[in-house]
């Protein structure tokens, strides 16, 4: 646990030390805290499961510190940040992601440039744009000793400090000597600072320089007179800080009492608190949101003085899966007390089991990379919907097809004039999407009424095909249900249809849906004289009863825009403008949830609890049909198929804002609906908000307010009853203002419905245009478990909100089961399902459904009303994150140079226990251990991890042994004496290879034993004969190995364990990789082995060339060259980073076998004895190489697989071919260290099984 000095932070770090130690203490964990920057060393790390950081103010990690840690979290790693230690490494763009954020106005902020220029030549990839675009990762390059790079500002402004940071290649390429200079016109310059002798000891270095100055300039010029001795100058970023930037005084955080919403109900920092939790603490904002790029465990909702522009899903504690390790960040924990909460420290506690590995968690499910947006159903064929109708919704059936629906557009056009005979005729398609296939079908198309197009409300027409969903037992009888205006059965006289609800038959095997298939089961009259409000949406429950959703079929025109209750309009008779004629008519099955139960034969019943049972209620003025009243356009209902409760959606009326006289303004609403009732469309909205009636003699005239509790219909279109059952509240409700508005009472139980009175409870839900979607609730029991698409258990029980208008409104809502009144919290989706106008964006949400993959589906709607777009599509959105981590790991390393042993590594699986199988009997219970086989062949390999909670987990892995390189000699070999035993391939290995003969031997006898161990087990296992047996051992007896001082001992051996004495001087980096070699990453860099320094030695190892496509790997070993930490005062290092003290003082022997490029081959020992290519030993790039280097005295002799390709004295008096490089003369010595050279990102090179000797 890291923190700075305590009397220099403002966060309570010695709360924070107390607290930590004391959950550590309990909870199995020792805790060792430290202010020591020094701590943080590759070794040190090596120890520890996790590191905690907490503020840190006036500490800097140096470039070697940050490395370590860096390293430490490339090896799987923990890491817990609290709060401040956001602040840390302000430079570091590394650490800024371990974190996942920055603390608003923390961090200085450069002013912005309009345009960089430079001097001199620059590489088409390293331009001075490179310099001020904000990534160290590039740079700006000039194939020049000096140069200079001016910035034109946007706008002028007085510099106070600026900042250099280093580049990523040599460091002879930084600046040394420089001016900055400013100027008002670009012409004449004002020198503002001058510096000499500067140095950058790290790679990706931020350096910055404090200038007097108070004169605003529109133009800066960095003028680098010198470098630090190379032939180029380069810099990563060169940024300009003006006082507005840097004298940022600290904000005083007040303390306050604001909700947390624990949004992730399954990580183990969060799974045990409640659903909310009401905390004080002094809360943080970031300088950017980090949602989607980080996965949010809890959330902060806004204060009381939040706007609707406030975040209201701001991330408070987050989590990733990060550069192979595991980091958590709270930003909790500002205030002494606080460290005292239970709560808080259950959540830490949870964060520290995560991160050290002890316990598995979940930390990529709201990552948006982790999802894929792909478009499934292609653009149509032109003059045809091949592809996709007006998109309408969509079912898919047990077997994953996808059946999508279009409401009427058709190709040809929309027929307008009721004089037509075919007016309105529509195209009501039904397409499928195979999963199997990946192809989309048009399986039928119905004739429909509603495609008279766009218009006014006596032109537009919202039927059509409106719903579709297959029967319970689909996967037998391939029943499909549909909710559809038949065209057929359209009054042009009287301008009425039938809403139908039909069943069809699908056959599989062609596939088609035949319409004489048709069976009608339930039909009802509905005006199409006016617009609008058909409704949509069909579910079934677990009992076989099917929903229906149908829209109130009037226009709320005639009432301003409010409550749809003007009697007076009407068309033969019928009136289309009063609601009370249809929703809340209890004779009507307009505007209402229609629940039946339907038989095989084409009947339906009705379910007992309905809201008008058979009996209870006069025939003549109720439906049965009738399962909930009192909504207006449904857009969608779903079935949650685990608790059977029904999710649904309705569009409201059109006024923009609330009316002191008429009511409230449209509210869309969404509300999950457990039994039969009243939802209160056209008495009251929201939460029982009423609406003004009007009189039934003059329409115009406005009476009394409505009664919500006891709503009546006396509407003289009502052909139902007066007396209603009450309204009920609805969960969500918002308006283009906000999201649940509420109102002070006028006095007498009305709200004052004044817009700047209103509490927005939800302000940030709005709209505008808006129209909202009800969409799926994600439940893992209806998903595959062998789905590698499926989106993760975290959305378990979520349920998801869309808005065909408005992209803004895309959340995920989780409720309390206890109390369904409200909505808990809601989660942003916009980053995993993003708006937007293409084939990964969904534009308009229309319909949404996950399938029995997992995999969410959504139609979109795309742009227009009742017309068809080239965007309208099929879309589905997949989960590509993995599981849990840390994830059960096993792997398996033969030891290089002990060929029947193999390393075996699971500590990377996190847990607390394990258990090895290793395949032939025997066990171990070590995270990492070595197995001897008593023979070649194949084993598989079982590990069982067992985690703090009691969990485990299983993962196997090859553990057969095998050799690095094997021994391609037709016989046996000991040293030089030949044996005659024919060398047999033995699988992985040949016979050879199982005996060490180069190893380091303490004595003769011990060789022999091993070798009489060895071959008595291919004697038992009839690899040998006896007498072979016998010349062997008779060999090996001869060859005197092990009699005196001599043979390999291996320093890298394909183990982590073997690293533990190599070093990583900046930049890149090596890898382990699962097959025993490590891999350069980026550089300019050097891994060296500071195990032991060597006199005269010789060095083998196997190297190979993996760079990518035509290019070739420019590495090379280093020999020779002192400590890179601490060289001393040997005149070579001076002024040197760690990598270029080995390029300065030693001597790199080149590896570089590419035809064309840098001109010093393979062999050569670089800028003193150049090769070229064909000197011996080639092998094709991508394959394994022996190269041995031997350096006795200052003779230098090196060997490409077996052929000696160089040879060349270490004499004094040699200059290096690269200027201002040390000559032999400082370059005389009789020993050093050794190391290996990674150059740069595209120069991937591979090394393993690296031997030295003494000579």
Known sequence: MFHGAPDEQTDPVVAATAALTELGAANGFDVEATSDPAMLSEATLGEYRGVVMLSSEGIELSGEQEAALQAYINKGGGFLGVRDAARAQEASKWFEGLVGARIKGATMTAEKVAEATGTGRSPAAETPAKA??????????????????????????????????????????????????????????????TRTDEDFPQRFQPRTFDVENETEYGWYRLDVTANSGDAEVQLAELSIFGPDSVEQPDPEIPLEERTVDLVDRQHPATADLPLTWDREDRWLDWADDPTGDVHTVATLEPGPDAGPTTNPFQPLSWCRDYDGGRSFFTGMGGTPESWQDESFREHLLGALQWTTGVVRGDCQATIASNYKAERLSKVNTAGTLDQNGEQHGL?????????????????????VPW?????????????????????????????????????????????????????????????????????ENIDRERRVGYRTVSRFTYDPATPTIDQSTRVDLLEWETQIHSCCHAGGGMAFDSKGNLYIGSGDNNSSGGSSGYSGNNWTQE????SFQDARRTSGNTNDLNGK??????????????????????????ADKTRPEIYVMGVRNISRLQIDPDTDWLTAAWVGPDAGSPNPELGPAKYETATIITSAGNQGWPYCMGNKQPYRDRSNEDASVLTGWYDCDNPKNTSPRNTGLVDLPPVRDNMIWYSPSGGGPVFPDRGNGIPTYEDDEATYTIPWLRGGGQAVMSGPTYRASQVDPESDVAWPSYWEGKWFIGDQSNSNNRVAVTVDPENLDAPVFMEDLRQIIPGGRGDGLLQSWMDAKFGPDGALYLVDYAGGFFSLDPNQKLMRITYQGGAP????????????????????????????????????????????PKHKYPRVKNYEAKLTVTYADGSKATVTTDGSPSCTLPDERETVFFGDVDSTVENRDLGACNIADLFQDEKEWRTHARFLAHVESVAKGLYDDSRISDRERARLVDAAARSQIGAYPGGYRTIFDGTEASLYDWFQAPGGKFTLEPGGS????????????AGEELGDFSVKLLYRDVSAGDHYANAGVFTRFPNPNEPGDVECAEGQSPAWVAISCGHEIQIYDGPTGEPQKTGSVYNFDPLGLNTGGEKPKGEWNEYEIRVVGQQYTIIRNGVVINEWENSPGQQSSRAGDPPTDLRQFDSGFIGLQNHGNADLIEFRDIRVADL
């Open 593 to 618: 949830i229609l629940r039946i139960h339907p038989e095989d034969d084409g009947t339906y019943t009705i379910p007992d609890d309905n809201l008008f049972p058979v009996g209870e209620y006069p």
């Open 1078 to 1089: 490590i891999r350069s990453q980026g550089g300019l860099g050097m891994l060296w082995y």
């Open 885 to 928: 981590t840390p994830a059960p790991a096993a792997s398996a390393t033969s030891i290089q140079g002990d060929p029947l042993t193999v390393q075996f590594t699971g500590a990377r699986s996190g847990g607390v226990s394990y258990l090895w199988e290793f395949g032939d009997g025997s066990t171990s219970r070590q995270a990492n």
């Open 571 to 574: 068309y033969a008779g019928i």
């Open 132 to 193: 001020v675009d904000g990534d160290p990762n590039t740079k700006w390059l000039t194939f020049a000793r000096t140069g200079q790079l001016t910035l034109r500002m946007e706008k002028p402004v007085a510099v106070v400090k600026y900042g250099i940071t280093s580049a990523n290649d040599s460091a002879g390429r930084d600046p040394k000597n420089w001016k900055l200079q400013g100027s008002t016109d670009g012409q004449t310059w004002v020198d503002l600072d």
């Open 419 to 487: 004089s037509d005979p075919n007016v309105g005729l529509g195209c009501g398609t039904i397409h499928q999407w195979d999963p199997e296939t990946g192809e989309a079908k048009l399986l039928t198309t119905l004739d429909v009424m509603g495609n008279r197009g766009s218009g006014d409300e006596l032109v537009k027409n919202e039927e059509g095909l409106l719903g579709i969903v297959p029967d319970p037992d689909f996967a037998t009888n391939h029943w499909l249900y549909v909710y559809w205006m038949p065209h």
């Open 395 to 415: 079912t898919i059936a047990p077997d994953g097809t996808v059946f999508y629906i279009g409401r009427g557009a058709c190709a040809t056009g929309p027929i």
